[in-house]
C-alpha cells in the first residue's frame, strides 16, 4: 500500500470518527479520549475575496483545495507571525495608519484551532516579533508626551517625532494589550532619533532590535514615514532593551550600514540567531549614499560587543546583488530575498532567493523554484526541521510550498492549494495549553 493510498485512508477514518472539518472539536465521552497532537501546520490562504485558515499534517504531498477544510476570516491582508513557546499564531492587520483589530491562534489537545483572543492596536506597525511571553509591534516617528499628556516640543519649538510605541501582546493572558512609548532623542549620542527593525528575543529577559538612525521626520513628509534623513548611512546601530523597555547597552560598528530591510513604511529585521545562541546582524545597504556593501557582522552568544574578527562581504559573494529580508533556518544557514536589479530601489522587485552559510561565509543561489521573472508572490516561510518551506506563486500555477535543503540549495515542491490565489503564510502550531 502506497504513502498516499495510506493518507487517504487515515483521512476517511478521523472524518468517520468526528464527522466534521477539523475546525470542530469531536464528540468527547468517557468512551472517547482524546490523545495529544503533535500539532499540524497552519497555513494562511487567500482566495478571490477572502481569507482563509487551512490545518494540514502534511506540506509534502497531498495537495489541497481552498474549497475544503477552511476557516473564512472575517478580515483580509493579515501578517501573520508564529511563536515557538508559547506556540501561538497571531495575525496582525494593517490598514493604513487606523487601528486594526489583529487576532491569535493555539492548537487544542485534539488538534482543532482555538482562537485566543482579538486586539486592538491603535497604533500603526512598522516592525514586530516575539518576546518572552509576547508577541510585540513597534513603529517609529511617533510625537511623545509627558506625563501630563503634554506634546514634547523640539528645539524649534516644533512637536518631536522620537518616540517609539510598542504594543505587547500577552500570549497567556487573553492577547491582552498593553501599549508603551519610549523616547529615542540622542539614543546613540549623536542627537538623532531612531525607529528599531526587528524583535530578536535573547533569552534572558533582553531582546534585540536594529536602530534605523536619523534627523527628525520632516514636517511635511507623507506616506507614514518613520525615519527622516539618514546622516549616518555608513554605520550599525543594535540596542538591548529588558522587558520594562529600559535600554540595556547597544552594539555599534563601521563595518557595514543600518540592520534593516525597508519597502514604503515596513522595517524588515535582518536580525536572525543561530541554533548556539550567536546573533548575526545583516545589513542589505538599503540607502543609496552607503560605501559599505550589504555584508553581516556577529554578536557571540552572552557577548556585549560585536565580534571584531567576523565580518562577511555578502554582496560580493552574491555578485554584486543586495538583499532585503533574511530568515533563518538551521544551524547557521539562512534565507535571504534578493533584489533582482543591480541597481537597487526600495520598490524594485525582489524575487531571487539564496542560502548563506555564516560560519563558512559562502553562497549559493537555490535552485528548483521558479525564475525570478516567473514569481508573481511569495509568502512568510517556515523553517521546520532543518529545512525551509516556501510559499511561492508562480505564473500559470497554483500557490506551492517549495521544500529547501540548505545544505545544497536545493527546492522540491510540495503541496499546492488549488483555487487560492496566494498562501500568504506558513506556520507550526503544537499544543502547549497556553
Not at 497571531?90 to 486594526?100: A, E, M, S
Not at 538623532?192 to 534627523?215: H, K, P, Y
Request: proline content about 3%; hydrophobic content about 35%.
Amino acid at each position: 500500500m502506497n504513502t498516499k493510498t495510506i493518507f487517504k485512508k487515515t483521512l476517511l477514518v478521523a472524518f468517520i470518527t468526528c464527522n466534521t472539518l477539523i475546525f470542530n472539536s469531536c464528540e468527547n465521552n468517557e468512551n472517547n479520549v482524546k490523545p495529544k497532537t503533535t500539532g499540524s501546520f497552519f497555513l494562511s490562504v487567500s482566495g478571490e475575496s477572502s481569507e482563509y485558515i487551512i490545518q494540514t499534517d502534511n506540506l509534502e504531498t497531498g495537495d489541497l483545495s481552498i474549497a475544503n477544510n477552511n476557516k473564512t476570516l472575517e478580515m483580509s491582508g493579515y501578517t501573520w507571525i508564529f511563536n515557538n513557546n508559547p506556540s501561538a499564531a497571531i495575525g496582525l492587520i494593517y490598514q493604513q495608519g487606523n487601528p486594526g483589530i489583529g487576532l491569535g491562534y493555539a492548537v487544542k489537545q485534539d488538534g482543532t484551532l482555538q482562537e485566543l483572543g482579538q486586539f486592538q492596536i491603535s497604533s500603526r506597525f512598522t516592525s514586530y516579533g516575539f518576546f518572552d511571553k509576547y508577541a510585540l509591534t513597534g513603529v517609529g516617528g511617533q510625537t511623545p508626551v509627558d506625563a501630563n499628556g503634554n506634546v514634547l516640543i523640539d528645539k524649534n519649538g516644533n512637536p518631536r517625532t522620537d518616540g517609539v510605541t510598542f504594543n505587547f501582546i500577552d500570549l497567556k493572558n487573553g492577547l491582552s494589550l498593553q501599549e508603551k512609548t519610549i523616547t529615542t532623542l540622542n539614543i546613540t549620542g549623536n542627537g538623532e532619533q531612531a525607529t528599531f527593525s526587528g524583535i530578536v528575543d535573547m533569552g534572558n529577559g533582553e531582546f534585540l532590535t536594529g536602530l534605523v538612525v536619523s534627523q527628525p521626520i520632516d514636517s511635511s513628509a507623507t506616506g507614514g514615514a518613520s525615519s527622516g534623513t539618514i546622516t549616518y548611512p555608513d554605520s550599525v546601530w543594535v540596542a538591548t532593551f529588558d522587558a520594562n523597555l529600559n535600554l540595556k547597552r547597544i552594539y555599534r560598528d563601521d563595518r557595514i550600514s543600518y540592520s534593516s530591510g525597508r519597502y514604503r513604511s515596513q522595517y524588515y529585521s535582518q536580525i536572525g540567531k543561530s541554533d548556539n545562541g550567536d546573533v548575526y546582524v545583516f545589513s542589505g545597504s538599503f540607502e543609496s549614499a552607503t560605501t559599505k556593501p550589504c555584508g553581516a557582522l556577529k554578536i557571540n552568544k552572552n557577548a556585549t560587543t560585536f565580534n571584531p574578527s567576523y565580518y562577511f562581504n555578502i554582496e560580493e559573494k552574491t555578485g554584486g546583488y543586495r538583499f532585503r529580508k533574511v530568515w533563518h533556518i538551521t544551524d547557521n544557514y539562512f534565507m535571504l530575498e534578493l533584489y533582482n536589479d543591480l541597481t537597487v530601489s526600495g520598490l524594485g522587485a525582489a524575487t531571487q532567493y539564496g542560502i548563506v552559510n555564516m560560519e563558512t561565509k559562502t553562497f549559493s543561489w537555490i535552485s528548483g523554484i521558479p525564475s525570478k521573472n516567473k514569481i508573481t508572490a511569495t509568502g512568510q516561510p517556515l523553517s521546520y526541521e532543518g529545512k525551509m518551506y516556501f510559499p511561492i506563486v508562480a505564473e500559470n500555477a497554483n500557490p506551492t510550498i517549495y521544500i529547501i535543503e540548505p545544505a545544497n540549495a536545493l527546492a522540491i515542491k510540495g503541496i499546492n492549494i488549488s483555487g487560492a490565489t496566494s498562501i500568504n503564510a506558513v506556520g507550526r502550531l503544537i499544543y502547549n495549553n497556553i
